[in-house]
């Protein structure tokens, strides 16, 4: 009988994570099938590998220059990444590091900006954007990106765990500040670098409502505005919507699979 | 001669002075440990030498040059951490060689002194293994080895035995006084474990709340303490304090006595000049190892355990008031199934204190 309401139990576990497990992989099953199939199949509703696959390539290439916005996607994705690193990381390490009064009302402060939406800072942004000659660029979705608050606060958290030791053992070895950063404390933390890059990266190569507002013409559009603007015209293209759903979802897979397992151990924590 | 000197050193963090007006003369070669309880602030101290804490005020010098405000990489120091502070992403050499990349050195000249020490400390097989694949021993040595890659003038040492299991501390306690004796090398070691202390030093400083209590030879500190604090910080098991009173004066050469009070016992006292007038409250201290079978004067102590090291047995048991500790060498019989024990002492042996912890000479 025990066995019995083991096994059951068991096996209502994995019907669990089986339909979870499809839940999660049926989205990107059904972009992969919708790829190879015309857009009547699709909207039929047709599950099952078509014919069209080249076809739908072709119309997708037509539609946009695809080199173009894949290269502005990843120029912007990789810059915000680098950049919001950069800041992120020296401010977590300063945050921990230097004692002064007014570093915690700085801190608290900035943690107070996590709670401001985004919807209510795109005016006076675009504003901003505007007076700096910026509108049209990619700096205009990249220096927005760059001073995240959230990232300052996960590198302020992982800094607690660095061995403070190696500082002054690195001071007594005849280090300056900067050099204790770049030298020991940035290989030490690399995992949480690591997990720090892939949120980033993901962020931004996904960043749709600020590129659509700031990005005007064709030749600086990036591929999730591109995306939308093929799902949302007058007679949609299901076939290359998929297609450039596809291309937009592979970097950040590969990204993320490259360095998933320094991701883990970064959001474990990074200093053993 | 004086390798290095500390003149009035003090250091607050805000109001709260923690280093108060020490002042330390450290001779060339001698081994010198900084010891007391926590937050005595005796790594401080150590941080202040090495420049990783500023000096409020007073003077520091090393080689016969003031270093107040000079950078620890140019003061003539090594140090050696609590928790080793190898950097995780260098193999051993790296570690070892990185002070001296840093300070300019041509690199065949890094590998040799890298070499020597590796040497020196047994590391040659493990040098370009980096620090997570190493046991907590080999860890200690790679520290070890990078400070004397350096050739400072005085290597400090920051409790550097703590994080280590019971044997291998002994292990590298006999290491670490070989490797003294080796180099010749002037050493100021942090301990809060006075056997470590006792065992390694030429000079002991006993630290209190900030102040130095007393400094002197480990014999001296165990047989001369210049107060309550010492007398009981040095020694182990630790000495017992006995509430006392003065029961005659006597004139500094002869006929002085002393009650012990839980145990209304008087005893002789001879030689005190300091001894305060009769009636006075003091406190009597002996060392567990001071009583013997032989001695004249006894206490009545009722049993309340015994322990059986081997090598001694601890009776532990008391009078009227606190408990007090007698150790008797090897295996003895003494205290076991009976309920009182007459612990002999000889009246030599005590040392007496004011109620202020001072030292009555």
Redesign the interface.
Known sequence: MDLLVQRLRVGLVYLFLITAAFLSIFPFLWMVLGATNTSADISRGKIGLGGALIANIASFLEFADVPLILWNSLKIALLTTLFTLAVASIAGYGFEIFRSRLRDRIYRFLLLTLMIPFAALMIPLFIMMGKLHLINTHWAVILPSIGSAFIIFYFRQSTKAF?F??R????????KEWQIFLL?YV??M?STYAAAFVIVFMTAWNNYLWPLIVLQSNDTKTITLVVSSIASAYYPDYGAVMVSAILATLPTLIVFFLMQRQFVQGMLGSV? | MSELSLRQVSKSFGSLKVIKEVDLEIEKGAFTVFVGPSGCGKSTLLRMIAGLEDITSGDLDIGGARMNDTDPSKRGIAMVFQSYALYPHMTVRQNMGFALRFAGVPKAQIDRQVMDAARILELEPLLERKPGQLSGGQRQRVAIGRAIVRHPKVFLFDEPLSNLDAELRVHMRIEIAKLHKRLGATIIYVTHDQVEAMTLADKIVVLRAGRIEQTGTPLQLYTDPDNQFVAGFIGSPKMNFLPARVAEGGDGQGGAAVTLEDFGVTVPVAGLTGLPAPGTQITAGIRPEMFNEQASESISVAVEMVEHLGSETLVHGRGAGDLVTIKYPGISAKGDGSDRLDARFNPADLLYFTGEGARIR
């Open positions: 061995p030791e190696l002054d053992a690195a001071r007594v070895d005849g280090l020991i290989p030490v690399r053993k």
